[in-house]
């Protein structure tokens, strides 16, 4: 059974930056794309960034591009999301996501597990 849990949450002023972690458990992920998606209140799940476990390049959603950074950390099966110059445009539930797949996909439909989400709050 995949497991994703989703950690380092929290509230921040604008400018300010959080790094999130996704520890996945459950089988081997060494052929899995892993996601970051980012739901706001009244508006639907969007891609934020993924990242292949093999390596090769990260793909990101032009909002976050160049101020995200997604990375892995195979030995811990972690993910990470580094969140860098927050805005309040930026506030939402980030949802980890993970789908057995040789390519790097950005739609939610796409993606077979999920983890339950943090909360991100960036305030003026």
């Known amino acids: 059974q995949v497991q994703l849990v989703e950690s380092g949450g929290g509230s921040v002023q604008t400018g300010g930056s959080l790094r999130l972690a996704c520890a996945a458990s459950?089988?081997?992920?060494?052929?899995?794309?892993m996601g970051w998606f980012r739901q706001a209140p009244g508006k639907e799940r969007e891609f934020v960034a993924a990242?292949?476990?093999?390596?090769?390049?990260?793909y990101y959603a032009g909002s976050v591009k160049g101020r995200f950074t997604i990375s892995r950390d195979i030995a811990k099966n972690v993910v990470y999301l580094q969140m860098d110059r927050l805005q309040p445009e930026d506030t939402a539930v980030y949802y980890c996501?993970?789908?057995?797949?040789?390519?790097?996909?950005?739609?939610?439909?796409?993606?077979?597990?999920w983890g339950q989400g943090t909360q991100v709050t960036v305030s003026s």
């Open positions: 996501a993970a789908t057995n797949t040789d390519l790097v996909v950005f739609r939610r439909s796409e993606y077979d597990y």
């Open positions: 990242i292949s476990w093999r390596g090769g390049s990260p």
């Open positions: 459950g089988r081997t992920f060494r052929s899995y794309v």
